[in-house]
Structure formats: C-alpha cells, structure tokens
C-alpha cells in the first residue's frame, strides 16, 4: 500500500510567543530548497521524530532534533545573536495512504510534563484541516516499549497497519527470532544527512537481527525466497516438536515394557519422513508392534506369554493348596533345590550380560565422541570454503588465493609441514564424510546391543526376584508344621495372579502409547510432504527480479554519469543484496561523489520495484543528495530520475540547497512541487497560541 | 604399467617360472590435513578471537590459550572448568604456539591485525573487524567457536588472568 506525507509541522513555544512552519508536500515529485543552514534537514529530522523512528539514527531514543527544537532558538532579528530559551516544542506530521486513510501524530520535544514516548494520533488531517481537531479526539499511542510494533496502542503496529505491512519475523544473532521493525525498514525510505557516506543504507543493529539490510530489501521488495524460508523454518519447528514427541512416547513404551521385563518390538528409533529423504515415504506403521517378554532366555510375544500364565495359574487353582507332610515335607524340598538351582543359572546369565553391558556402553560413548569430533573437523573444513571467499571479499590475500602476501609462494609447505601427500579440502570433506557415515552405522549398531542388553538384563534381575520369593517359600515350608499350608502354594498363586494383571496392565498402556505413536508419525509424514512442496533454492521470479533491480540500478548510475569503472562491474550482492563490486568495499572504492550516486539509484530502484509488486510504501525522502560538489549536469539527472515519481505513483521528497538560479528551470520542466524557504530561516513567529498545543 | 593377467597368473602360481618385467610403484597414501593446520581457519579464529576482546586487542598468550581451547569438546570443558573457578593452576608457562606465529605474521601482513604497543599484545585492524563483522552475519560458520566464545564475553587480558589463576570472577 502506498504512503505518502501530506505535511510536516515544527512548532516551539518561547517566552516570546509561538515560532514554527508547516510544510506541505504533494503526491509525487517535491523539492524543499533553501539555503545552507535555514532547516531544511530539521523538516527530514522532524519526520523521522514524529515517526518514532529516530533509532535508526542511533541506538539511544534521543531526539535527533537541532538545538532550535530542543534548547534556544536563533531568529533572525536586527539582533542575529538573539537567543531565545525553548520552553516547549513538538513536531507533527500527516499521513495518507492510497485507501484514503489520512492520520496525524504529533510527538512532544520538549515538554516538562509530557513523556516524549507518547504519541498523539488524530484519525484525519489534523494539521493541513484543524476542524478535525474538534471533532476528532486524539488517541495517545506509545513507541519504543515492548509491543511498540505489535500491540494495538503501539504507534509502529499503527504505522505498519497504514502501510499494509504484516512485519514478518527474522532470525537474530541470538538464535531466537524477532519481529523486523518499522525503524529497520525505514532507512530504505529516509536517507538522512548523515548517512550519504555509505552507498549502502544505515545498517540498524540495536535489534539484533541478523543481515537486517537483507532482510528488509526482501521485505520491500516483495521476494517469494524468504516466504518460503520462513514457511520452512517454521515446518521444521514443527518437525522438531513432533520429533520430540515420538522420542518421548517411545520412550514411554520402554519403559512400561521394561517395568515388566520386556522389550516392545516393531517402533522404530525415528518415524519415517523424520528425516529428509530423497522419497516422499508412508507413515510409519505399527501393526506389527509387541510387547515381548524375557523367559527361558527367549523373548516371547506377551499374549503367548499371557496364555500361559493364565493356564499355569489355572492349574494352581484347580490343584488347590496342599498340607504339609509331617516332617521335612520332600516335594518342598524338591521344589526349593530347583529354585535354587535355577535363581544360580539366572544370576551366572545376569552377571555376564552386565559385563557385556558394561562393554558395550563404553564402547557407545567412544562412539559418541568420535562422531563429535568427525562432525566437528567436517564441519571447520566446511567453513573454509566460505572463509576463501570472504577473504577475497575483504582483501585478505592469503586467505583468497592462498599464497604468502609478501613472497607469493604457496603456503601450501607451512600447512602441510611434513605430512607428505594430503588430501585437498574437498577430498578431506568426503573422506569424513565416509568416516562420519561408518561411526554412525556402528553407534546404530551399538544403541541397538545396549538397548536390548539392558532390557535382557532388567528382565533377568525381575525374574531372579520372583524365584528369591519362591525360594523363601519354599524355605518357610521346610520349617512349618505338618498339616500347615503349604505357602509355596499360595505364593506361587499369589505370583502368577499378579504377573497376570501386571502383563494385562502394560497391554492396555502400551495400546495407549502406540496409538498416540501412530497419531505423531501421520503429522510427521505430513509435515515432511508440506517441506517437500516447498521451493528448493531461489525461486525463479526472485532471480527475475533481482535482475530487473540490477539493471534498473545500472540504468540510473548510468544517466547520473557513474564514473569510478564500468557500470557493468556493479552488481547485487547475493547475499546482502546491496550493490557490490565483487571482492571490493563500495564505500572506498568508489568516489564519494559515486557513493552518493549508488546509493540513490539503489534507493530509488527498490522504490520503483518495490512498490509494484512489493510491499515499498512508494516513498523516498533524501536529505540534500547534491553532496561531495557532485557536477550539477549529473545532479540534474539524478532530480529527473526522482521526477519520474510524479508519474509512477509514489512521492519522492528531496532537501536541496542548490542556487534558484541552477534549479528553477529544471525543476519547473520535471513538474516537481517546490517550497522554498529561500534565504528565511526555517521557524518564524506564529500566533502564540495553536490547538495542537499542550499546556 | 598395469601388470597381465598371464604374467601375475605365472609369477603367483608358477614360482619356477622367472617374474615379469613389470615396474612396481610405491606410493604413499594421501592424508588429510587436520584443520587446526589450515591457514584459512587459522586466521579467521586469530580474528574471531579477537573481535570477542575489549578492545579487540588481546596478549598473545591470551591468544593461544583461547586458540587452544576451542580445539575440541575436550579442551572447551578444560577452559571452561578453568574460567569457571573449578579448576586452577600452580605454575604458569606463557608459551606461544609456532604455527600461531605464523598466522599472527600472515595476517599483519594482509592488514587483518597489527601489533599493539606493547609487542606483546596483537589488536584487529579495521579490515579485520569486517571480516569478523561478515563471519558473524554468516549462520553455521564456525559456530561451535562461536557458541564457546559466547559464554565467555565480556573477554579481556585482565579476566582472562584472574579467572584463570584462581577462579575470582
């Protein structure tokens, strides 16, 4: 949506009287002329104040206002030195966009009272039609606070609503994300005095955010690529969680298998489309997952194992429990040397299982550490490929063409001091590669012996305490009365009805688990088939373009005489998206004269593109672009290419302190809106009262 | 030269038969250049080091310990049990690694640092702090050095000493 300024109002209050201005500004093409030190920049600094948007300037939210706005105003009297003491000031601007929307805020800038975090908003044209001051009461909004951009008394979310701007959220040097604000965006809109060192525009870091330039070229200029990545990045969040999710469950599942002495079979460590594959799979499937239980050495399906105890229990019931023989009654007897026997083959199979555990577990952290340290060293030859190429963006020799910077030969010798033979940086990239692959085929290898040695060696101990239980039965038995009964008998029952309910209890947990397990893998295989839709790498309309901003921003340094070297060796660079010469720092390797060029033509490009097809407002303020005695015939081309705006829909606003003489005629032919402050200063005496005033 | 199947066959099976006139070639097995020796990577941690440093100038055995410490997992646990007061050490040796020299050297040279007033001390020039700036706007360059460093900041010489020698922070 478009945006445009309607009108711009400073206003101070002195112990004698009112001073101040308002200018106006049309659609299209303006120019506010005046000379040297009048305050013209004071009208672009008043804007950006009464925006909230003075962070851009400087990480402190002071008011970037001049001393006339701020401390003492000079007036231009018989007297010239005539200061007078600023009480109070504020500055206003109005806003309309291109559904009609007209708003007007006005930020205090000095004011004993007031916080100069509040802002006034009227819904209307309060400055260029004061009747809306009576009919419309103003609404007090309040700017950098948290929530300042997304809350709905937050004067930045106000400003985005009236440009259509939904601010999407980017990544920060943090990790974390955050919301790309209104003042990141706006150095692409406002260029001030200050800044028109750099071809490139000021670079806001206070939030953050990483490549934040990058971030708002995207923005503005609409492109498909970072929607996509930013669809992506949340997918795979989601992907995380429900990754998370299936850990957890699965985990769940052993352990219930585990506290009965069993092992669950047929879940796999990761459902499929976890991971990226070249294969769009099916939800992974658990119709064949079993809780298997431990007996005999042998794990055995749990209804088998259930059967059985069921049978086993049934016999004992019908058996019934027996009396004693008097004396030493010989079936007990029987039946604890075989208890005994067997509890001494279990735990001789228990302990060499924990040797093996033990074994195993230290050969898995071994395993552990290595792929750490693979990963690691693959990782940092990796990055070498990247830091070449940033050497010779900065002009690191040695780094770029990896030769000595002062005698040029190889530094191949000192790298590989004795080694003999080496493997180059790709070669040694595949080779871990391969390397890392092998480990984590054998760390898969060794999960899979310590799980199912633990679960042997758990179930093992559980069933050694069930015969430590019947074994002291049995001992009671040979020590009870005759006629007693026999309580190897009930413990015997007693056992097998609580195994049998314990079985039947993990049964109905597990079913549980392996339906919200079956639940995760179909979210997760539909997640994976959402990634797969999207786009790989840059999409075909983003390249397209770039491209037309490159050639716009070539045609513009063209007819404004870019003179450093051939126009052709500018380009964008793909990964800040500013104009770029590769391998050399615009800002010092151009004129300044051509630094200012670049940076209009950029400026004006995205503008242009931007705003058909984008999310750019339309609107360019540049702050007296004639700098560095930059030749008036080039000045009058860059003036016409920002006159193109009249017919394009957007509003370009320039400060300039060019004689009358150099600017009349041009700016008369290119139909550009003139207020021209001339030799006047900019505040002159107003009535000493306005309703915009607050006592 | 490759060696025919007829001649392998007869010198392998037929000892009695006299050898073919075949050149056998020994060669030795490229290896890998572990990356710590990589003057690319080098560099860039004598840089990120030092952007990490008030100042972003650093003594250099500040310098190597913190090169060293970023090695491995192993030795960022040593640092930081050190750094966190749950270790300490009895005798100091302020020793320099030669490879360290030589990178220090190389980069004076591109402009990346310069050596501070006191020689012993080694301070990022203003082409090095863009080349930190560029490695930090890159995600997933470097970034375990980077998460290590991390936990470090604020870095200076004096902070490096107290905390090393006895845990103050």
Request: hydrophobic residues 40%; aromatic residues 4%; charged residues 25%.
């Amino acid at each position: 949506m478009r945006l445009r300024v309607r009108a711009v109002r400073l206003r101070v209050l002195t112990s004698q009287g009112g001073w101040g201005r308002m200018v106006t500004f049309q659609p299209g093409f303006n120019v506010l002329r005046g000379s040297n030190s009048r305050g013209k920049t004071q009208v672009v600094q008043a804007l950006i104040y009464a925006l909230g948007l003075e962070r851009m300037l400087q990480a402190r939210a002071n008011a970037p206002l001049g001393s006339a706005l701020t401390s003492e105003l000079r007036v231009d009297a018989a007297d010239d030195s005539a200061a007078l003491a600023v009480e109070r000031s504020w500055v206003a601007v109005e806003l309309e966009n291109d559904a009609g929307r007209v708003l007007t805020s006005q930020r205090q800038v000095r004011h004993n009272r007031i916080d100069r975090d509040l802002a006034r908003v009227w819904e209307g044209p309060a400055l260029t039609d004061p009747a809306v001051l009576t009919t419309c009461a103003p609404l007090e909004m309040f700017l950098h606070r948290a929530g300042s951009a997304t809350r709905g008394l937050g004067f930045h979310k106000l400003l985005a609503d009236m440009v259509g701007w939904e601010l999407p959220t980017v990544a920060t040097y943090t990790g974390t994300t955050t919301t790309l604000y209104p003042d990141v965006v706006f150095p692409f809109l406002i260029v001030d005095q200050q800044s028109w060192g750099s071809a490139a525009p000021r670079k806001v870091e206070r939030y953050q955010i990483r490549e934040p330039l990058r971030r708002s070229a995207e923005f503005l200029l609409g492109l498909a690529g970072p929607q996509a990545e930013a669809r992506r990045a949340e997918l795979e969040r989601s992907m995380a969680t429900l990754r998370t999710r299936w850990a957890a469950a699965r985990s769940s599942v052993e352990t219930l298998a585990r506290a009965v002495g069993g092992r669950v079979t047929g879940v796999p460590e990761h459902a499929a489309g976890a991971q990226a594959r070249a294969t769009m799979p099916e939800p992974s499937s658990l119709n064949n997952a079993q809780l298997e239980i431990l007996d005999s050495e042998e794990w055995i399906a749990v209804t088998d194992v259930v059967a059985a105890v069921s049978s086993q229990l049934l016999a004992v019931e019908e058996a019934g429990v027996r009396q004693l023989a008097p004396g030493r009654d010989p079936r007990a007897s029987q039946d604890l040397e075989q208890s005994r026997s067997g509890l001494g083959e279990l735990l001789a199979a228990a302990q060499l299982l924990e040797n093996d555990l033990s074994l195993e577990e230290a050969q898995l952290a071994a395993l552990d550490r290595r792929l750490i340290m693979l990963e690691e060293e693959r990782d940092r030859n990796f990055d070498i490929r990247t830091l070449v190429r940033l050497g010779s963006e900065v002009a690191a020799t040695h780094l770029a063409d990896h030769n000595c910077p002062t005698c040029r030969q190889s530094l191949e010798a000192v790298e590989t001091d004795g080694l003999g033979p080496v493997l180059n940086v790709d070669e040694t990239v595949s080779l871990l590669n391969a390397q890392i692959s092998t480990a984590r085929k054998m760390r898969d290898r060794s999960q899979r012996a310590v799980t199912q040695s633990s679960s042997a060696y758990a179930a093992m101990q559980r069933q050694a305490d069930q015969v430590r239980a019947t074994v002291r039965a049995l001992e009671e038995d040979l020590l009870a009365p005759a006629n007693t009964p026999s309580a190897g008998d009930i413990a015997l029952r007693i056992t097998l009805q609580l195994r049998l309910d314990e079985l039947r209890r993990a049964q109905d947990a597990i079913a549980d688990q392996l339906d919200e397990l079956t639940q995760i893998a179909n979210e997760i295989a539909t997640t994976r088939e959402n990634l797969s839709a999207l786009p790989a790498g840059v999409p075909d309309a983003d390249t397209t373009r770039l491209d037309e901003l490159t050639t716009s921003v070539r045609t513009r340094l063209s007819a404004m005489r870019f003179g450093s070297y051939d126009i052709n060796d500018v380009s964008l660079d793909q990964d800040s998206l500013r104009p770029t010469r590769a391998g050399f720092d615009m800002d010092t390797d151009v004129s300044a004269s051509d630094v200012v060029r670049i940076k209009v033509a950029y400026l004006d490009a995205v503008r242009v593109h931007g705003q058909t097809g984008g999310r750019h407002p339309g609107l360019l303020v540049l702050d007296e672009p004639r700098q560095q005695d930059i030749d008036p015939a080039d000045y009058g081309a860059m003036l016409r290419i920002l006159a193109n705006s009249n017919s394009d829909g957007g509003q370009v606003i320039v400060t300039s302190a060019a004689p009358v003489g150099e600017l009349g005629e041009l700016l008369s032919v290119l139909g550009a809106s003139v207020t021209d402050v001339g030799e006047q200063r900019l505040l002159q005496q107003e009535e000493d009262t306005d309703p915009m005033d607050l006592a | 030269m490759p060696v025919s199947e007829e001649a392998w066959t007869a010198t392998s099976i037929r000892p009695d038969v006299a050898p073919a006139d075949v050149d056998i070639v020994f060669r030795r097995q490229p290896k890998p250049v572990p990356v710590r020796h990589r003057l690319a990577y080098r560099t860039a941690l004598v840089v990120l080091v030092l952007s990490r440093f008030n100042q972003r100038a650093a003594k250099l055995t500040n310098l190597h310990t913190l090169m060293w410490a970023t090695r491995t997992a192993r030795t960022r646990r040593m640092f930081i049990a050190w750094w966190e007061g749950r270790r300490f050490y009895f005798t100091s040796t302020d020793r320099i690694d030669p490879d360290l020299q030589v990178t220090l050297n190389l980069a004076i040279v591109d402009g990346l640092i310069k050596p501070g007033i006191n020689q012993s001390r080694v301070q990022l020039t203003d082409l090095g702090r863009d080349l930190a700036t560029r490695m930090d706007d890159i995600d997933g360059l470097l970034v375990v050095e980077k998460q290590f460093l991390g936990a470090l900041v604020p870095l200076n010489d004096s902070a490096m000493e107290r905390r090393l020698a006895g845990g103050q922070r």
